[in-house]
């Protein structure tokens, strides 16, 4: 270790030298020259940065590295659907889609620096996901400021509809409170005087969930008695599991990702004296979860979905599946199409060429005018009978879900499609 | 004695005398004596440390007026960590001790600020002061085990210090906003100067970052820099001097923890959001690998360590999209092979290298 001796500060020039050289690197391009372009004709003075006739630029911000890296298999799956796209149909009316992602490691700040890079730097035409609620947290205020679409947020926080102040941001996929009353809406029906425990994971998405469950329940017969949380960084649920079995509730409400998910199911099935209705949220209720718990522990036990599973044998004939594996097959061979967020992203790309495609004028105006003005648009890759309807006041594009039950070695799809939208109204803050 | 011998020592003694007068270059420039270039060229051999960090600051006055946004943005970020490196380099460099959980301190004064702004709409100027002594009073007290402990033991403390605090945000919401965390008001540029919003904080964050250098750089050659290194280099030496070892190392780890604190205020006013995800035990990871890259015990190693932070990572993702950990992984190692006092070191050899061969 050395101080300030002599041959620091003959290194000094040096020095110096290299941190010049890392600024004049970075100095191309100058500050006033924004590279912004506008429409003309019709769509006059829109901005349409990113987009032209024979081309669409869009970039997505997701946690490739990190403690959340599952959800890195979206953009693939997103890839897949461009790429097919692109080569077997033209483009998206007749524009070569160019989707740039960016791995944000699950940091709002990186998210941050990823966002701006991909505006300013990639010039993209409109940010197609971010992924996470802080990060998306972190970024929408630029957007919106920017002017720039943020698409289909991947995230079920209900903020993105109830907020009135960021027009540019809007979420994709059912939001939790929207989940929680459809299962508000079977117990009601099905067991009126239910008796609730429920173990939940203490954050925004644990607490949106259970919130929106304890307003949907408000003013019948059933009753929460007992709750538990946990953090994302405990070893284990079992201690909760077990405070949990001392209630005499009928109904358990398993909010939480899928590695503790798992480990209520398990618990759930090593106590014997407490045998409750397991209802396990859609975030923990992939096949892959379930399976190290042993099939013949989690029969019955409900949850709900919107989109399709690939591996549910159900759909193995289904026209848009077996589209989807031969493209995946196709166009990502390294990639599983058997992943759920594989299908995911597919879904999600089909739903953005959807609303793309019906967007009046192809620039950034028209785009979010277009995702605030969706009506029952049909997406294959969703559940028959789930579709994508918003309005002005309506910031909310999927807000119906079916619940489904397991049986056997697969989820078997229970009763009819459930728009809560119809049945409790809509969302607000 | 031979006439020989003789004359050799006759000989190295002359060698001796020759380059008696280095510093004055008038002497070997004859033909630039009073000419504007010939002073500059003067001025360069004589003070080179002074002319480096003048020219730097002319452009870092020069960037936020000639670049986009985001590279403004970039280049902000750069500075904040090289404050908050700055801090981590009082510790490790010159006191000698080890932190694994700098990103603790920077979370403290991120917090800090963001608290006071969220719930007590305090004007943003103010949470400098308030995040610095927070930070630093919060180090003073988990400075204790760093006087009795060392080491990998130290590492092991300090580490547990950033892994029990993202868990702690996320608890106390109504204060902390919870995992949501707190989303503020950017800092707005007065109306009377014209500026655009990223130049604004661009040039408040240089500012702030010119005093911590220049605090730091004077209190180092000071008498409090000397009984630091001392207590380094040989704690029974020191204490021998009449240094006292244990008070010098509690308060290394609280300045120390005092600029990362001031570093997360300024990330505050960056980026006007605040989460635990922000502040997790990799971003302590992070600054360590910074400052050890940069340069440990080194003025200039904060700067490089800064740049590293904030460019590598990206850089490496622009390499190869599948594995960026690995690639920014592999650079370390590669730095700590061809670099082992960091790039401050190797700009220095480097320096060395090209005046032999000049």
Known sequence: ??????????????????????????????????????????????QTTGITDKTLKLGGVYPLSGPASAYGDIPKGIQAYFEYVNKEKGGLDGRQVEFVVRDDGYQPPKAVEEVRRLVEQEQVFALFQTLGTPSTTATWDY????????????????????????PWTIGWQPNYISEARVYAKYLKTEKPNAKVAVLY???????????????????????????????????????????????????????????????ALAADAKLTDWNPLHIVNNVAASITVLRPVGFENVQNVLSSTYYKDPVDPQWADDAEMKLYKAKMKQYQPNADPNVPYHAFGWAVADSFAKTFTAAKCKTREGLRDSMRNLNNVQVPMLLPGVTMTTSKDDGFPIESMQLMQLKGERWQLLGEVIDTRKEFGPLTG | MSEKTKVELEKTASDDETPAPPVESDERAPEGRGSVVGRLIGLVRSRPQLVAVVVLLVVALYVPFQLVPFRVFQFTMVMVYAVALLGLNLLVGHGGQISLGHG???????????????????PYPLTLPAAAVAAFVIGLALGVPATRLRGLYLALVT?????????????????????MGLSLEKPQPPAWTGLAEDQWLYLMVLAVTIVAFAGTYSMLRSRVGRALHSVRDNETAAEVMGVRPASYKRLAFAWSAMFAGVAGCLHTWTFAFVSPDSFTVNLSIMLLAGIVVGGLGSSWGPLLGGLFVMFVPSLSQDNNK????????????????????GLAGLAGRAAQALNRKG
């Open chain 2, 159 to 179: 580490l547990a210090i950033a892994v029990f605090l993202v868990p702690l945000l996320k608890r106390f919401e109504s204060v902390t906003g919870g995992s």
């Open chain 1, 1 to 46: 270790m050395r101080s300030f001796g002599g041959g620091t500060v003959r290194g000094t020039a040096a020095t110096a030298a290299v941190l010049l050289a890392a600024t004049m690197l970075a100095s191309c391009g100058g500050r006033g020259e924004d590279g912004g372009t506008q429409a003309s004709g019709e769509c006059q003075g829109q």
């Open chain 2, 104 to 122: 603790a301190f920077y979370a403290v004064g991120a917090y800090a600020a963001a608290i006071m702004m969220f719930h007590w709409d305090v």
């Open chain 1, 201 to 263: 994971q203490n954050d925004d998405f644990g607490e949106d969930l259970l919130g929106g469950f304890k307003k949907a329940i408000a003013g019948s017969q059933i009753s929460i008695v007992a709750e538990q949380s946990y953090e994302v960084t405990d070893p284990s649920v079992e201690p909760q599991m077990r405070n949990l079995s001392g209630s005499d509730a009928d109904v358990f409400l398993n909010i939480t990702t899928p590695k503790f998910g798992s480990q």
């Open chain 1, 143 to 166: 957007t919106n400021q920017r002017k720039v679409p943020q698409v289909f947020v991947a995230t079920g926080a209900s903020k993105w509809g109830a907020d009135t102040k960021h």
């Open chain 2, 322 to 341: 599948a594995a960026p950990g690995m690639i920014f992984g592999l650079l370390i190692i590669a730095v700590m092979y061809v670099a082992p006092t």
